[in-house]
């Protein structure tokens, strides 16, 4: 067993790894975790995915910008392959926060803001159903109900696709009133995505998840209050 | 963000087409605004509302795009001081002053040219390309054997028999419109004519005589700028070129804002499309202009535009292109005629004003708009209508019984059969009103400090203090009598004005804040400006009656008409005898005739030197209608008569001797009466009164310079006396002239006033005159009577009760009605021959506009230009060309095989979405260099010669940075170490020019002493991004096209694009705009794009190589490539992420 201090290092090192998108010493650093006995759970969140969290701020500062939030993605994905079948074999369940169905609207194939919204979700322990580019309208409504999920994240980078949103958001309303619903992509504001009558707005990647679990949080005290 | 906390709300204020946009606190004006947001926009008066050359236009809709619903209900309402400088089309419109206006919500503003100070700099110059020429249309000049009684056959089948024997052209066809000129012009050119032929198929166009010369135009309609090359087409060269901003700009920046403007606004896709068919038909009417042509002798046209600007200039629904998988509506090319656009133009966007006014309006001295007045007036909206009058002058009800109303005479009613009883409809809607209640006027706010005192209350006194009052001054009215009015109240009989309605209107002006001082005679304008008055206008009138200088003038019982009438107007009782004697034929004199009958004279002669044949030179000059009105109620006119002596016996008037005038007016238009030696009776009486003019008093203003008549003299445009700030007008200048004249001198003097105290100057800064509507087309409008004038029972006419009664409600909407609405012709232009009822492209109305074919998606018409301009399936080498936009289109290949893509890179590179970005312009940053060791910049503005750093700093003005500049700026960043390779700035970089703001970093291009806006130009980390992200999607689509063709390297790039010739090769390739090649084999080409719409014009053939090749090249969808995410990501690194540059590798720092 390494000792606490040994045990902070390496997840320093993981952590590092990630923000630096240092690939290989993301694998190196996981297999010494292991080599170790390092728990992989606590080597996972507070080490990989704490890094891509800090890399998440870094992008909402503009230090970061799409390629390199994509890389320590990469990194963090290296180690975490390691990892994971460590935590699978040890039994414990992760505790899951929330699930969300994601997509781009019908007529839009840009999806590579969508793709970093969910890596996001996923760093942060979400379960995320990812519909993908170009979704009919209905399928999210489809989707939300098969999988129960408290939010739907969608996804628009043209002021053409943008404007189908507000008939997603209605059809979604009529089968769960009690959606969250958060809207992104470059032409919106929050603005219109009040207007298009959604719960949230996300700017970056970085801020979905914050906003996500503001929803959440509302959801419950509303909940709570009833 | 529309809200925030208490007193800092703030709102988006977009300005078009420049792009600048903000958010501005509440309750700015839009003045303010646009120097904030560095906009340019003119204004000399000061923000005053004088000079009136910022006008706006306030946007309506939806704007996806933004967020924001654009309305003019977000802005502070039209003031008094505003409306006078739109009439009510421009108000409907949405037009504003921005000095004016105070934002209170979210807008959208279209900056008209004529608003803009600096003019955008459109760099779509034609470039020096070989060219075939073989156009598809040509001139053939023919000579017909004569018709003649044996050879008598058609003008059409002798035409076509000698173009086949001469030319060996069969089977021709005619455009029905110019079949219908053909034997007019067959005639006009003696049996030689030319004609024009289109594909050899087609006559369309037929011209008397013989004519070389054949024009075309070729356009290029991209998303952000328009242009248009003017070409000889037979000799190919370029004439003139033409460009402006895409009108359409202020709809949407991006072709996907405009789609969503269509989807979203009612009406959106016939905005947009008129947008492009008035901009097309202003570059028509501008490249003819510049090359002295008609625009009908433009005989062809081609167009190129993106996928998107065809649609919509075809007004085919672009919404499916506006969503994946983005198929056109069509691919093939068209020939469609010119004229056939117009058709589907609803008559109410056809509002282009060209500077041309309706004749009333333009015959009233007072400018009074009877066009809007009347159209309100048949609305039923009376009070409306009285409001249009108060725009011009506050005496709706006085004028409107009392004016010589010119507008009538004007009025091309008239031709068709009797003129609108334009004066009378302004009594009506003064009388609704008065009769209804008239609610007290509002006070105007007082935003002026500087006094103005104006002497004499007539109605040009009143007038003047009228317009001041209304801009904001303080005025007071100096009046000498004990009423205000002037000849109004005391010239002026009861029964032709009741004094109630001038009371009344008077009453209006004093609401608004005009003091008048009754009983306060003037001696000089010295005395005023000693009491602080700033300015004085001297508005006395002239009232001392002209002698008639005959014998027997001292008589007892001969009287002076003025004199006469300000008694009776004064209430006090004036004695007549039994019979009158009036001497003139004036409005004056026959007041006097007609007033002496209510007064009891029994018999009233008038005596005149004019005639009453009122259609002759030498008419009287008092109105028809008195004059009729007059005979009616007896009085005896004696037309043509001299006075030759006054009769008298023991000192009292008996009689008066007369003889014959045979004319009065001489040939050079002027007052000269000649007598003759016939017969002239002698005419007995007990009274005379004389009535032959009155010229101003000579007692006052001693120290104002005078004409041998007593008037005082001006300058007859500014109003101007000889002493420093003092105007003068109506009649004490211009001599006895009538009540609206008068009023239009106040309003020219309020103005010089004006101008006067801003320190303007008086004269260049005026509006020019309006000029008239030439010609309004009558043709099927039905007669229809002018209403008549119901007047009270003669039996009644010796009181002194109003004579003319006023029209009721139904007639007076009925006259209205009547109103042939001429400014319909003067929103457009009307243009030769048929072109009036076509209006589509206005060029010759038979021709074709040749709208090249689109390849696919977003791969537009205008890539098809660049196509058969490069011709790479003429090459053998791998050429990549990239025609860069604000939607950037790449193709690659050579003879083999063309592909073809489109990157969105959106407008970053036509410097919107960046925090001083800015199009070309003067003031703009064209070329960016960046010291690696001092880190200091030298950069190079647009109008400038030399460097900011040779130049004192306050003579740089920079304002901006434009495209150029903005390539330019990434890799000079890069280059001296200021970023990183990732886009990151870094922040250990020591230099006063990097910097913190709001948390992002930035870096300083142009310290706010170098720049025209007051603030530090600067590049910011977001700026920095969104350069990255569309360089990147123009490098990735580069990288899958080579790979989709298996290609490893490029032998050739071609920059093309509005400012492809503008960019450094060097700035290009270091940014990673395009992958590895050697710097000498990289091209700016210029406009491509252009180009090919001008060789598709000269050369047939080419327009069938487009349609070839434009279904021949490949097009692949970048996103729908597995590996264009990685590959586009990679590529937003400086110059990239994995690829190497060898042939940079001299530039570039050895850690890359």
Partial sequence: ?226 | MAGGKDGDEKYLVIFQPSGCRGYIPKGKTLKEASVALGVDLEGVCGEKAICGTCKVRIEEGNFEKYGIKSSRENLSAMGMTEKKFFNLRQQQEGYRLACQTHILGNVVIFVPEESRMGKQVVRKAATNRPMKVNPAVKKYYVELPKATLDHNVGDWERLQSELSKKFNLSHLMIDYEVLLDLQDMVREGEWKVTVSVWQGKEIIKIEPGSVEKAYGLAVDVGTSTVAGYLCDLTDGSVVTTASMMNPQVVYGEDVMSRISYTMTNPKGLEILNNAIVDGLNGIVAEVAAAAKIKRTDIVDMTLVGNTCMHHIFLNVNPRYIGLSPFPPALHHSLDIKARDWGLKMPPEIETTDKGTYPPCQVACPAGINGQDFLYLIAQGKFNEALEVVRLAFPFAGVLGRICTHPCESECERGKVEEPLSIRSLHRFVADVERKAWRAKATPVERTRGERIAIVGSGPSGLACAYELVRRGYPVTVFESAPKAGGMMRYGIPEYRLPKEVLDDEISYIEELGVEIKTNTPVKSAEDLFKQGYKAVYVATGAWTSQKIGVPGEESEGVIYALDFLTKVNSGEKVKLGNKVAVIGGGSVAIDAARLSRRLGAQEVHLICLESTDLTCKDRMPAQDLEIEQAKEEGVVIHPCLGIRKILAEKGKVVGLETIQCTSVINEEGRFAPEFGEGEAPTILTDMVIVAIGQRPAEKDFVDVERNPSQTIKIDEITFETNLKGVFAGGDVASGPANAVKAIAAGKEAATSIEFYLAGMDLKTARPAPPKRIEEVPKEGVEKEPRKVMPVIPLEKRMSFDEVEIGFDQESATQESKRCLNCSIYAQKEVAEGMECRNLGIRINPGSYVHVLPIEAGFVGADNVGVLIAETPYNQDSIELVIDIGTNGELILGNRERLISASCATGPAFEGAEMKFGMRAAPGAIEKIVIDKETKEVRFKVIDKDQWNTELPPEEVRAKGICGSGIIDVVPQLFLAGIIDKTGRFKKDVHTPRLRETDGQMEFVIAWAKETSIGQDIVICQNDVRAIQLAKGAMYAGSKILMKTLGVEKLDKVILAGAFGSYIDKQSAALLGLFPDVPLDKVYSVGNAAGDGARMALLDVDKRKEADHYARRVDYIELTLVPEFEKTFVQAMWIPNMKDKFPNLAHLLPETN
């Avoid at chain 1, 800090?54 to 390629?67: I, L, M």
């Fill in chain 1, 1 to 226: 067993m390494a000792t606490e201090e040994r045990t902070k290092e390496i997840l320093r090192e993981l952590h590092h790894a990630v923000t630096n998108f240092e690939e290989e010493d993301a694998v190196k650093w996981a297999k010494i975790a292991l080599e170790e006995g390092v728990d992989p759970f606590v080597a996972t969140m507070d080490g990989l995915a704490d890094g891509m969290i800090e890399a998440g701020e870094k992008y909402n500062r503009k230090e970061y910008f799409v390629p390199e939030l994509l890389m320590c993605a990469d990194a963090l994905y290296a180690g975490l392959n390691l990892l994971k079948p460590a935590i699978e074999a040890s039994g414990r369940k992760s505790e899951v926060k929330g699930s969300i169905v994601l997509g781009v609207v019908e007529g839009d194939v840009h999806d590579i803001g969508k793709n970093l919204v969910k890596l996001m979700f996923e760093v942060a322990g979400w379960t995320v159903y990812d519909l993908g580019k170009d979704v009919p309208l209905d399928k999210f409504v489809e989707e939300m109900i098969k999988t129960d999920s408290q939010v739907v994240g969608i996804s628009a980078l043209m002021t053409t696709s943008m404007l189908s949103m507000p008939e997603v958001v209605k059809r979604l309303r009529e089968k769960n009133p009690k959606v969250r619903i958060m809207l992104g992509g470059a032409p919106l504001t929050p603005e219109v995505a009040e207007k298009y009558g959604a719960d949230g707005y996300a700017k970056t990647a970085g801020t979905a998840v914050d906003e996500a679990i503001r929803l959440l949080k509302m959801l419950k005290e509303e909940e709570a209050k009833k």
